[in-house]
Structures are given as C-alpha cells and as structure tokens.
C-alpha cells in the first residue's frame, strides 16, 4: 500500500502536476482546494504528508499550518510548503513557521518525489540504489 499524500492547492494546472507526479512515484493522493477542506480531510484520512500551497483563497498557509499542528490527530503530519511567489528569505521564514520543507513553483519534476519521501519515516518505504 502506497504512501498518502494530501494535495491542498487551489490552482487546478498545479494540482494535476503534483497529483500525477507523485502517483507515477507510487504515492497515493488525495486533494482539497481550500485549507478548511484539508484540515477536515487531515483529519479524517490521516495522510502520510501535507503538500500545502501557502497562498489559498479561505486561509494563508501559516494559519493553516497552525491548525494542524493543533489538532491531536495531524499534529505530527509533515508538512511541505509551495509557493509560486518565490522571494528570497521564504525558505527562512516558512521553516521557521513550522514548515518540513518548502518547495518553490514551479516545482522540479525529478526531484520533487524524492524531496518529499526524504520527510517519511521510513524513506516512503521505497528502497533507494
Ligand atoms: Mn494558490
């Protein structure tokens, strides 16, 4: 059974990206559109790993991270932020935050996988050569 990766994104092109993106990488995905829908899916599915847009139209990314860190049962979810405003000092500040990583749009196709398996437990549970 594959990793679960819960997509919350708003900009449809880059849901679709990273949905196929980590599904041809064995994970599988589930989505949300606004960070009150992924807070109830984080919390009812329980997904291996959060990959957050910061920019969403109900809530920003750092209040939205602050209620799943509150909330018992995702509080230790990874979480990876992406932005497409990439400014120099986002990686600082969104670490800082809380974030587990922060990946700037528009992603690395190759290596965006990979990036997130490294924040799992066990590596994804995929062995590396
Ligand atoms: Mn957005």
């Not at 960070?35 to 957050?52: F, K």
């Not at 909330?71 to 230790?76: G, P, Q």
Request: hydrophobic share 45%; glycine share 6%.
């Amino acid at each position: 059974m594959g990793q679960v990766v819960l997509i919350i994104e708003d900009n449809e092109r880059n849901l679709k990206l990273f949905r196929d993106v980590l599904q041809l990488s064995g994970f599988e995905t589930l989505e949300a559109r606004t960070a009150q829908e992924g807070l109830e899916l984080a919390s009812s599915a329980r997904p291996d790993l959060v990959v957050m847009d910061i920019q969403l139209p109900d809530l920003d990314g750092a209040t939205a991270l602050t209620l799943l860190r509150k909330r018992e049962e995702t509080a230790h979810v990874p979480v990876v932020a992406v932005t497409a405003f990439a400014m120099k000092g986002d990686r600082e500040r969104l670490l800082f935050l809380g974030f587990d990583d922060y990946i700037p749009k528009p992603i690395d196709v190759s290596s965006f996988a990979d990036r997130l398996r490294r924040l799992l437990p066990d590596g994804g549970g995929v062995a590396t050569t």
